[in-house]
């Protein structure tokens, strides 16, 4: 299959540079993941190692397992069999005498501190300014100083390029600008690991770009990150590398040159011969 990917309307800034890195050690290792709702086996034994600094787009159509996934990563979801270790902790569990122990809930939040999660709807609460929204689980949750907080949120406003926004509430703001806060959210809690399902799906074309921006920028600060997207111009720009789920299984995962100049899955071909003529 020829390189045939039409230039994109909602193609991120910096897509032509994507930088050459050196990645780190694994921060999340996933084996054998198995993950049922009743009789629809939505993960068959999943295996997949991401390293740090390394930016792994995940795509595939509806149903084909990819937002569970991260979704179990998060502990949002518990898996049936497998393993997944993000971040230094054993998702999930703790180990005992050979054996795993299953966590209580404030364990799981503890290891989830580690793992920033953007979701498809910005979850925002609309009660309190974009600054608060930000500062709020750091204060609450790590009990961290409110003036050292407050400067971080500003810092982080700026970064994803929306400093003269804090005193605004979310209803104020375009969906675009509401995603661009969820991400400062998360960044606040400084996570090892950034986890994105579909972070742009529920905003207007013309929106879409500033959020992907913003991703670019992250990744090509080192930030480790697992998108789960349709965003093909984003794959491009910023991914080392790119994975592709069907039925519940990784039909094929490699570097975007090759994932989109030479996919060896037919499920490949059929897939970017379809998201590419929309």
């Keep these: 299959m020829t390189d045939a990917t039409p230039p994109s309307p909602t193609q991120p800034r910096g897509a032509a540079r994507r930088p050459a890195k050196s990645l780190g050690e694994p921060i999340v290792l996933i084996e054998n993941v198995r993950k049922s709702f009743g009789d629809n086996h939505v993960l068959r034994d999943v295996s997949m190692t991401i390293r740090k600094g390394e930016v792994v787009v995940i795509c ?59 979701f498809q709807n910005f979850n925002l609460f609309p009660h309190i300014s974009v600054i608060e929204n930000i500062m709020l689980a750091p204060v609450r949750i790590l009990k961290r100083s409110r003036d050292e907080v407050k400067e971080e949120a500003r810092e982080l406003l700026a970064r994803v390029g929306l400093p003269e926004k804090e005193n605004a509430y979310p209803r104020q ?5 509401q995603q661009r806060v969820a991400i400062a959210r998360a960044l606040a809690m400084k996570p090892q690991v950034m986890l994105f399902d579909e972070p742009t799906s529920a905003l207007d074309p013309e929106m879409i770009s500033e959020v992907l921006g913003v991703m670019v920028d992250l990744s090509h600060q080192g930030m ?6 349709h965003e093909m111009g984003f794959a491009r720009a910023a991914a080392d590398r790119v994975v592709l789920m069907h039925g519940g299984d990784i039909v094929e995962e490699s570097p ?21 003529s929309h």
């Design 60 to 118: 595939g159509r509806s149903g084909s397992g990819k937002s569970t996934l991260l979704r179990c990563i998060d502990q949002l979801e518990t898996i049936d069999g497998g393993t997944i270790r993000a971040a230094g902790h054993l998702m999930g569990f703790r180990e005992k005498n050979g054996r795993r122990v299953p966590l209580r809930d404030a364990e799981i939040a503890r290891q989830q501190r580690d793992l920033g999660m953007v």
């Design 173 to 177: 703001l375009s969906g675009g600008q």
């Design 224 to 229: 480790t990150m697992i998108v789960v997207t």
């Design 256 to 276: 975007p040159e090759e994932f989109f100049t030479a996919p060896k899955s037919e499920h490949t071909r059929l897939f970017l011969s379809k998201i590419l």
